[in-house]
């Protein structure tokens, strides 16, 4: 493990704008976006939580073009890969997802492997917990682990760095001289400092009552299960901010647009919750109830993903609890289902 | 890497009028991308969209194919204005066609219903060029009126064959109609064929799917052994987008052809 003061630090974001446009986070009125940088880092924040946008939308952007034409080229859009900095752990856990779908077929989606190659993730541990985070529920400790390239812990005047791959040893190997080893105090800071942040998330999850992921198997069924989906979906609006917002959801919409010399083909992240999702030309539809197409959000990351990839969908990140203007909280659901199976049996 | 979204440029060769909402176009891709019986291509209008068909023409033609179309919505609407010359997109081929080489041996019922016919022409046309490689061959076909009854006249050339037995019906017959009146399910029964180790392909309406599958079942078909092509919201093709799941799998991947024993658990494989 290494040490690197914030000066330093911000040296290397400086070298690193070279060949990455820096994105990390800036936090206003107490949400955190990321903002892109160059030269002047005076705002930035590294740790606290999570920002407001998902991990995702650096690797399949909300909107791109993925064919032109007819022609075979795989163009991204943007002109120099990212480097994305404070990614959180539960942002990370999104990459499970993400990677089974995107990566792991018998078709590779370019874009996104694309990037997965060239982005650069420089994570960082959370520095606190807001009311709406339950990683540990989901197996997510609320510091990176695993698919980072290298990691900040934010100590006294600096941070203490783990390299989590063989690209991030490149960029330390490069930038060698901005880091020192990091020494025992800085270390049994940052212990502290996780530990600290674990027992903020643990009484987040005791006092809503949260249920743990051992619980959750089984619970999500894709029938039977009625009154639940029609008394929560009773507010919903069907805008799909759950899905955009949402770090494992990853269905997008193909569609073809044509000015007078150019024929385009763009992708734009879609909803499972709109009425059309599923509908097929003819004109059926398997789920025309709004509950049912609720019920298929839980189903997917609840049911289809731990069948087919061995992972729960969630990553406990709390985005979809503060983005919902219908107030569905899917700590209150998931708690609502267990009870319900627990009465059963 | 290969781009999986970009569109093959293709010429339209031929646009066949079949029924009042049904035409064939027959195309040729810049590329040859040839298909497997029972696979699927995504057909492009160029700045429209695309909507995903089974060809219905001969697998062993590999430079061009055809797609049988009824015209539905925004997509084949386009399509239904195609002629000859037109400029058009394909993708694929794409999923997982009829496992034909296990059908090897095997007595085989091909069912089908109004728009249907069109996979299983495909089918048929593989299922002649490797004729004598299969026990017995029964194709059971049904549709609304004898109008909407789709290629009556290659059919009819089919009924002459020694290695089929085909017969037809139609919910309403018209002044000229001969045969059977009703449907499809009716004319099963006269199938004379090992039905608990015979291998049954339907396609057609979910609605005719869902009651031939039951008359299937109750004659002694294996799940296993009924395959099913599933309607689905297949958009880009490599399971990816996430509209067309059934359960576990994805329409476009893992089909569009499944047993019925793939999917009879999961809820809502008829709508």
């Given at each position: 493990m290494y040490y690197l003061s914030r000066e330093d630090f911000i040296s290397l974001l400086r070298s690193l704008e070279k060949s990455y446009n820096v994105y990390a986070p800036v936090k206003k009125n107490n949400q955190r976006f990321y903002k892109k940088f160059a030269g002047d880092y005076s705002d930035i924040l590294v740790g606290e939580v999570r920002p407001f946008e998902p991990l995702k939308a650096f690797f399949s952007p909300g909107r791109e073009s993925v064919a032109e034409g007819f022609k075979p080229d795989v163009r991204l859009g943007e002109d120099k890969p990212s480097c994305v900095v404070g990614v959180k752990a539960c942002d990370l856990k999104g990459f499970k997802v993400q990677d089974y779908v995107f990566l792991n077929h018998d078709y590779e989606d370019p874009f996104y492997s694309g990037r997965r190659k060239a982005n650069l993730i420089i994570s960082s541990d959370c520095t606190c917990a807001i009311d709406t985070c339950f990683c540990l529920a989901l197996g997510v400790k609320p510091y990176p682990q695993e698919d980072f390239d290298i990691n900040l812990s934010p100590v006294e005047g600096g941070f203490v760095v783990e390299l989590g791959s063989s690209k991030g040893r490149e960029v330390f190997n490069q930038h060698s001289h901005l880091f020192r080893k990091a020494d025992e105090d800085s270390i049994c800071v940052r212990e502290e400092q996780r530990k600290r942040i674990i027992k903020e998330v643990d009484e987040n999850i005791k006092d809503n009552n949260i249920p743990l992921q051992d619980e959750l198997e089984g619970v999500v069924e894709e029938e039977g299960e009625t009154d639940i989906w029609e008394d929560e979906v009773k507010t919903c609006v069907e805008c799909g901010a759950c899905n955009t917002i949402c770090p494992t959801c990853h269905c997008f919409l193909l569609y073809d647009e044509k000015d007078e010399d150019k024929m385009q083909r763009l992708r734009i992240w879609d909803s499972c919750l709109v009425k059309d999702f599923a509908r097929v030309a003819g004109g059926a539809n398997p789920r025309p109830k709004l509950w049912m197409r609720l019920r298929n959000r839980f189903v997917k990351k609840f049911n289809f993903f731990p069948r087919v990839a061995d992972i729960y969908a969630c990553t406990g990140c709390g985005r979809c609890i503060l983005a919902c203007p219908a107030k569905i909280d899917i700590r209150e659901v998931l708690r609502r289902l267990v009870d319900k199976k627990r009465i059963k049996e | 890497m290969k781009n999986p979204y970009r569109p093959i440029r293709a010429e339209v060769k031929e646009a066949v009028t079949e029924t009042p909402t049904i035409k064939t176009i027959r195309f040729r891709p810049d590329e040859e991308i040839g298909f497997k019986t029972g696979q699927f291509i995504e057909l492009t209008i160029p700045g429209v969209g695309e909507a995903p068909f089974t060809p219905s023409s001969r697998p062993s033609v590999r430079e061009e194919m055809e797609v049988t179309v009824m015209r539905v919505g925004k997509v084949t609407e386009e399509i239904h204005k195609l002629q000859k010359g037109d400029i058009i997109g394909v993708r694929g081929p794409l999923g997982k066609g009829y496992p034909i080489e296990s059908f090897k041996d095997k007595e085989i019922l091909v069912v089908g219903g109004g728009c249907g016919f069109a996979p299983l022409r495909s089918l048929m046309y593989e299922f002649f060029d490797k004729s004598g490689q299969f026990r017995k061959l029964f194709f059971r076909g049904g549709c609304k009126t004898p109008g909407e009854l789709l290629y009556r006249e290659e059919i009819e050339g089919w009924a002459k064959r020694d290695d089929l037995d085909l017969d037809l019906t139609v919910d309403k017959a018209d002044s000229q109609w001969k045969g059977n009146i009703g449907v499809v399910t009716n004319i099963l029964d006269s199938v004379d064929m090992n039905y608990a180790d015979g291998i049954a392909v339907v396609c057609g309406p979910p609605i005719a799917m869902k009651f031939a599958t039951k008359k299937l079942l109750e004659m002694g078909f294996k799940d296993e052994n009924i395959y099913l092509s599933m309607e689905k919201n297949?958009?880009?093709?490599?399971?990816?987008?996430?509209?067309?799941?059934i359960g576990t799998y994805y329409a476009c991947q893992d089909g569009p052809v499944f047993t019925y024993a793939q999917i009879k658990d999961f809820p809502g494989i008829w709508d």
């Open positions: - | 297949m958009s880009c093709g490599i399971g990816k987008c996430g509209h067309c799941r």
